[in-house]
């Protein structure tokens, strides 16, 4: 979602990566809701799965891959 949308949730992602380390919950919530919002525009843009959402398709491919 970082990079489709808002490089400054990138940003965010970057110098939080101690917050991240320590599961900080209020900072885990506010990166959560941010790409929830993303993601709901990009569904609601394109409900039928026809164009824009396939990058979220490519972000799931790529999430399970890097699960290893």
Request: one cysteine or more; glycine letters at 10%; charged letters at 35%.
């Amino acid at each position: 979602m970082r990079l489709i949308d808002d490089p400054a949730l990138f940003a965010t992602l970057e110098s939080g990566a101690d917050e991240i380390a320590r599961r900080d919950m209020g900072f885990l919530e506010k990166v959560i809701a941010r790409t929830c919002q993303i993601k709901k525009g990009m569904v609601e843009m394109d409900e039928t799965d026809k164009g824009l959402r396939r990058y979220l398709n490519f972000g799931h491919t790529i999430g399970a891959c890097d699960r290893g």
